[in-house]
């Protein structure tokens, strides 16, 4: 559990430490904070595409090696295919929140930017796969 705080929270500590270095340089880079918080949901969503391992007795391991099969749970093929598609459609999620703070960063959606509200998308369907891979 304590795990997940800190991999779910990691685009938390990435917007605090933007905010620092914001304060300290004088600089704007609240328009980095969208693509940032995309990229972290992409990072969620990469290492899930690994299959689960299954545990067989040694009987069962001795007969797919020896027949060179790979055993894997049906509901895991199917969600790492799903995770597949929403990583490339992740990927361009990710482009449109760039595009968004380069181009309109002030552009809001109730109050906060337009590009952070497209990039937690990305965030939160990475947290929901992970946690949903956990569970299956």
Known sequence: MRYNFIIFGFPLYLIFFEMLFRTFSQIDTSSFIGPTIAAAGLSLMIPLVRPKSVELNEGAMEIAKNHNLSIKFIADERLINIIWVMVLI?????????????????????????HFIIGMVNYVIGVVLAIYKEII
Do not use: D, N, R
Not at 93 to 114: G, N, Q
């Open 90 to 114: 992740g990927i361009l999620v990710w482009y449109w929140s760039c595009a968004i703070s380069f181009l309109k960063p002030k552009e809001t959606i109730w109050i906060f930017p337009k």
